[in-house]
């Protein structure tokens, strides 16, 4: 199994521009997510996805859109890219929901952007 | 939102010594869990212990996690200089279909 695949690794943008963040995973699992992560800030959520169709939004959804018509495959879109976007992107699967006993938690690699 | 809030932030010791860092968090919780982040990787689990549960080992990891404090600790004994990396703690928050991430310790274990 590949796991959690993500791309690009990197990129760079200018503002406005838009561009789609790949994720897919390999293990057939229902929950998918996405989080930003910024130096002495953590891991936000961005949105999270319980299922094939089924999205939400996390704590940080303003700028990016996300859907999810398969299983495997969980993009998420900045939809016109600001410098307070730059950030490491990390996309993450587990089997189950948060707070069952399956919701350990899968991570890519991450797309580390750069909004110029 | 909850969020689980790691002490110390940053933490370096030789080799062999060990290591312990904490969480705290503010809501009811099923589980907590931690996960380890290697520089420039994407995070790795280690370990989860369920709200029912007050201690879980794990090879050199121990956890320990008291409800009535809202708060859980993570041991690592005997480190390693593989050891070093940041070490975060999530959450769940009852009745929400999300996980809350800790802002992160930073172990640097010197060889």
């Known amino acids: 199994n590949a796991g959690v695949t993500q791309t690009p690794k990197f990129q760079v943008l200018k503002t406005g521009q838009s561009m789609t963040l790949q994720c897919a995973q390999d293990m057939n699992h229902e929950y998918m997510s996405w989080y930003r992560q910024d130096p002495g800030m953590g891991l936000r959520l961005i949105h999270y996805?319980?299922?094939?169709?089924?999205?939400d939004q996390g704590e940080v959804p303003n700028g990016y859109n996300v859907s999810r018509s398969t299983t495997e495959d969980f993009p998420l879109r900045l939809l016109s890219a600001a410098p307070s976007q730059t950030s490491v992107y990390f996309c993450a699967s587990s089997l189950g929901l948060a707070g069952t006993s399956t919701d350990t938690q899968y991570f890519g690699p991450g797309t580390r952007l750069t909004v110029l | 939102s909850q969020q689980g809030e790691e002490d110390p932030q940053a933490l370096s010791i030789q080799e062999g010594e060990n290591a312990t860092m904490n969480c705290s968090y503010k809501?009811?919780?099923?589980?907590l869990q931690w996960y380890r982040q290697n520089s420039g990787r994407g995070l790795v689990h280690l370990i989860l212990?369920?709200?029912?549960?007050r201690e879980k080992h794990s090879g050199r990891l121990r956890v320990t996690l008291d409800t009535s404090k809202k708060s859980s600790s993570l041991l690592i004994t005997a480190s390693r200089a593989a050891d070093t990396a940041s070490y975060f703690c999530a959450t769940d928050d009852e009745g929400n279909n999300r996980l809350a991430f800790g802002k992160g310790n930073q172990v640097v274990v010197i060889p």
């Open positions: 212990i369920r709200s029912n549960e």
């Open positions: 809501t009811s919780i099923n589980n």
């Open positions: 996805s319980v299922g094939a169709g089924i999205t």
